[in-house]
């Protein structure tokens, strides 16, 4: 019999929404990349929205694709300078609630060398080499003979003593 029925309203206070966001894999992982740039693709679970930055901000990493729970980025061709940035993926809801992605990538190698004169006359003289180089560098004298000697070399120069001719003429290789 609903005579004597009730009806009583009943009322709970909304909780503060709680955001997550999971990094849950990365493409390559780890995301090491050589001089030749390639793609890099980031799963992510959130249940809200989600943003990324790129620190720091570099050319060289350019967005490919994004869907709700992907990113796909573009890494770029090196220079000659190793490089590393910081993929960082966040909540739009909670900014506390964020993952960090670590992108590398290797440098292209870089030697050149370039001299004022490799053929010299009867006095002697000096063979000056600029290098440019990313890398560290030696040099040999092939085969070694005693009319070449060192005479001063820096990071980025080499000069080779070249003793006065007497008789012949001669030739030696610097490697």
């Known amino acids: 019999n609903n005579e004597f029925a ?40 959130s249940n809200s929205a989600w943003e990324y930055s790129v620190i720091p901000d570099s050319e060289w990493i350019t967005q490919a694709e994004k869907t709700e729970n992907t990113l796909t980025l573009n890494i770029a061709e090196a220079g000659y300078t190793e490089r590393q940035a910081d993929i960082i993926l966040s909540s739009k809801e909670d900014s506390s609630k964020c993952d960090t992605v670590t992108v590398c990538q290797e440098r292209k190698i870089l030697f050149e060398v370039t001299a004022d004169s490799t053929s010299f006359g009867t006095s002697a003289s000096q ?3 600029e290098i440019q180089s990313n890398i560290g560098w030696s040099y040999e004298v092939s085969p070694a003979v005693e009319w070449v000697s060192e005479g001063e070399r820096t990071d980025n120069s080499l ?15 610097v490697i």
Do not use: C, H, W
């Open 159 to 173: 000069t080779l003593n070249i003793a006065e001719l007497s008789f012949d003429s001669r030739s030696v290789d």
């Open 127 to 129: 063979a000056k080499f």
């Open 6 to 45: 009730m009806s009583l309203l009943i009322t709970q206070s909304a909780a503060a929404p709680v955001y997550n966001l999971d990094v849950t894999s990365i493409s390559p992982d780890p995301a090491n990349f050589g001089t030749e740039g390639g793609k890099l693709t980031v799963t992510v679970e």
